[in-house]
């Protein structure tokens, strides 16, 4: 037997919806929601309307999506952009109460339902009798806008600045204790963020085989966990280079206490402002999460400048997101250009092992870690989301909403593989060609080796 469309149910009012008969706006939200989601998967999300219907049945869902007025749905689905539906949820048009990972599986799904060209302007016209939102009022972080030329030093220091200098304190809330934000390296599951950044800081420091009175240049290193660490487990000597001053004076302050001032410093730079100098040049270079603010136009530079600073036989370990050969890069305004990352550019791991290598590098080694950054999401989307009216003293609403969208759907993005992350290890061999690195991996995982344990 065929089930009854919301619309035709809506005409004598339904007893099992509780559905009034004489309110257009429920009928028209009803029928919206049937011919749009009526053939995704809808098994772990339902809809609150703003009067308490539920669709598609007032079965428990792991996530609800809570429209908040009358005209949610046009605020969400009229301008048919991402933008457009991550923006309502900003300015709570509608709310996701529960597992917000679970959305991103139901937006997979109705991207496979409405392929169709067709079944996508019969819900558009449903919108039309729907009442129109009012204008948005402007969050206090608001839309990210960038002048000049896109990845001089200046305009990365601004789009830097738009995502890192947000709060310390923000960012505090839902780190690990050494605030590591890229992903972590889990030896089970059930581990906690604490062990596991803690593990990837050590794991990092081996595959560069770390030696006491070398130099390290950690470029992008945030509030400075992985300098600190490898300055006192490895006794390297350390600089550390962002663009956030907030970033550099929050590193400072740890240095300090940790007694490591001789050995680490921290400083507001550009790669491109780090110069080489024969006498000064590094033993190891390492850059975490950084290459995704470099862009694809500059990737050879990039490489090209990290040779430079390097001595032969010097070792560089690039830890960056990668987007999928087959996919392409994403044209015009979306969420994460405009809330999240401005400028940021995904490129596939063949593009980047290609330029390290037009550059004169060696690619030695490239280790996918794309589980373990799904699992480093999820916790941190759980921390915050338990931190969240701690977090309020920092960010307003909005911007508390950014992180949790773009964590969440990052999280579903790695788990799915819509996305990867990779670490590649290149050398910078000898004019004879000698990398100087050892037969095998035996010493990345021997069991004394590891410093993970050791309380910091």
Not at 27 to 50: H, I, T
Not at 192 to 207: G, S
Not at 251 to 268: G, Q, Y
Not at 345 to 363: M, Q
Request: charged share 25%.
């Amino acid at each position: 037997m065929t089930k009854p469309a919301y619309s035709d149910m809506a005409k004598s009012g339904d007893l099992r919806t509780g559905l009034p008969a004489d309110d257009p706006a429920i009928r028209g939200a009803l029928a919206f929601l049937e011919a749009l989601l009526g053939q995704a998967d809808c098994s772990d999300v339902g809809v609150r309307l703003w009067d308490g219907t539920m669709w598609p049945d007032h079965n428990p869902r792991q996530v609800v999506l809570e429209l908040k007025h009358p005209y949610s749905l046009n605020a969400m689905f009229r301008e048919g952009t991402e933008l457009a539906l991550a923006e309502a949820y900003l300015f709570d048009d509608f709310d996701i109460v529960g597992d917000v990972e679970r959305v991103f599986t139901l937006g997979s799904s109705l991207a496979r339902t409405t392929a169709g060209w067709r079944k996508k302007l019969s819900a558009a016209r449903l919108l039309r009798g729907m009442p129109d939102p009012p204008k948005h009022s402007q969050a206090r972080r608001g839309p990210a806008h960038l002048n000049g030329k896109q990845h001089s030093i200046d305009r990365d220091r601004a789009a830097v600045a738009y995502h890192y200098n947000v709060s310390n304190e923000f960012y505090r809330l839902w780190l690990d204790r050494n605030m590591v934000y890229s992903c972590a390296y889990f030896h089970t599951p059930d581990q906690n963020i604490d062990t596991a950044q803690q593990q990837k800081l050590d794991y990092i420091c081996r595959k560069l085989r770390l030696r006491p009175g070398q130099r390290l240049l950690d470029i992008g290193c945030g509030w400075g966990g992985l300098a600190i660490h490898a300055a006192r487990h490895y006794g390297v000597e350390v600089t550390g280079i962002t663009l956030s001053q907030p970033q550099a004076d929050w590193a400072a302050a740890r240095i300090l206490e940790a007694n490591l001032a001789d050995r680490v410093k921290v400083l507001v730079r550009d790669y491109r402002e780090i110069k080489p100098e024969q006498s000064q040049l590094f033993d190891a270079l390492v850059s975490v999460g950084m290459f995704e603010h470099v862009g694809q136009a500059n990737h050879q530079l990039y490489f090209a400048h990290a040779l430079e600073l390097l001595k032969p036989g010097g070792v560089f370990l690039n830890h960056a997101i990668a987007r999928r050969t087959n996919d392409l890069a994403v044209e015009g305004p979306s969420f994460t250009n405009t809330y999240v990352f401005p400028d940021g550019e995904l490129a596939p791991i063949g593009t980047a092992t290609n330029a390290a290598e037009e550059a004169g590098f060696d690619v030695r080694d490239v280790e996918s870690l794309r589980e373990h950054y799904a699992l480093t999401l999820r916790h941190w989307v759980r921390r915050l989301e338990a931190s969240h009216n701690n977090a309020l003293q920092f960010v307003d609403e909005p911007t508390y909403r950014v992180w949790r969208l773009y964590m969440a759907g990052a999280a579903y993005n790695f788990a799915t593989w819509a996305v990867n992350v990779y670490q590649s290890l290149l050398v910078k061999p000898d004019r004879l060609g000698r990398s100087g690195l050892p037969l095998t991996r035996e010493d990345w995982y021997a069991s004394n080796a590891s410093q993970a344990d050791r309380s910091v």
